[in-house]
């Protein structure tokens, strides 16, 4: 499917956010968990992780095996009635023309009814999810058009309720509709796809939603653990929110990241992290972080640590382990490293001795300034004020690094720079 790969290319590339007026700014961010109905018949999860979206890519051809005919026209037969060990298809089409409930149409893309296809039980047979959006919203019909990011600043747009239809296919070949899944709404859908947050042909298998609206986006995820039911996981995101998906704690599962930014009375733009992460079969909230606070707590401990114990017992608390295994000295002036528009006579000096050092001078941190979609690597430099027991002071530079995985251990800690000669 083009146009799924093209919304995911959207997610890592999303285009620019309009920014509200600062009364807007409030944001809603809420997690819902809730399960949903089992879907029975479990057997081993070997499955083969394929989904239909790649092979269809990949091949032109359907999954279940039939060309897409120009016209778009369905040719399943009825349900059931071919088993999958002859090698014939199993007409998912054909069972969703029967089972499709009154008032509700499925969303099309190329003229033929979208689905997602997976394993999602793993029982060995590939399933299918089946997106509904009521009758009265035909005009929506095609995804090309329920996509289109376009229609977000339309004022009189409706939110447009969407359940999914998870069909699943037994070994009889029959295909059995389970109940309907309330997706909830939206204006614009931007994505429909599967998401394997444990990798490929591994479980749990993610079918992902995302709406989008002019006051932010909602996230709908439906989450099929391998081993039983379904859960549903939700996100409201305002404009001022956004996420990530990466897997932060090196576990193997993909994680999700969410960046709140809110104007705090006392401390400026405060950005929280929000880490959501799958666990007991669902996923849900692991821990949250705020940048700017934690930030400001960090170097306050910085300065009074290097004020009482001195330049050792701040490296220690401060500095990256490597630091440990140079000599005092060097660790220091790499910490402490010189402006690089300073000139040479200014580069190496500190003070006269190590000892000399009595204070340091943070700048107070007003804003996250660390790199949005925050990364490995993700780094910022600060000028800082070194203060001599003789009176004078230098200018110098820190880098400061925002952790891998801010929400275990040590969130900041200083890295040692680059030397001059
Ligand atoms: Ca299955
Ligand atoms: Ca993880």
Known sequence: MQSTALKELKQKHPRPRPILAAAAAVLLLLGFFSGCAGTGGVKTPETKGQDADSREAASGTRVDGQQASPEGKDSDSSIGQVSPADGAVVPFRAALKKALPPGWMPVLERGMEMSLRADLDADGDEDAVFLLIPSEFEELRRFLVFSDYSRVGSEDEKRVPVRLFPMYRRDDGGVHPASLIDAGSGKVLERYALRRLAGEGEY?????????????????????????????????????????????????????????????????????????????????????????????????????????????????????????????????????????????????????????????????????????RFGPGAVSTFQVRLVCKDGQSRLRQIAIKLDDNPFEGRQYFLLLQKTTD
Request: one cysteine or more; hydrophobic letters at 40%; proline letters at 5%.
């Open 204 to 372: 749990p298998v993610v079918v992902d939603l995302e709406f989008s609206s002019s006051k932010g986006s909602r996230l709908f995820w439906l989450v099929y653990p391998g081993t039983g039911g379904p859960a549903t996981f939700g996100l409201e995101l305002s404009n001022t929110a956004h996420y990530t998906i990466r897997d932060i704690d090196a576990d193997g599962l993909q994680d999700l990241i969410v960046f709140r930014r809110i104007f705090e009375e006392d401390v400026g733009f405060e950005t929280y992290l929000m880490w959501y992460g799958y666990a007991d079969e669902r996923m849900s909230e692991r821990s949250t972080v705020n940048i700017v606070r934690s930030l400001n707590n960090f170097l306050d401990t910085c300065r009074e640590i290097l004020v009482r114990q001195g330049t050792r017992g701040f490296l220690s608390y401060a500095a990256e382990e490597a630091a440990e295994d140079l000599p005092l000295e060097e660790a220091v002036v790499r910490v402490f490293a010189p402006i690089p528009e300073e000139s040479e006579a200014d580069t190496q000096w500190i003070c006269s001795d190590l000892s000399d050092v009595i204070d340091v001078l943070f700048p107070r941190i007003l804003e996250n300034p660390f790199p949005e």
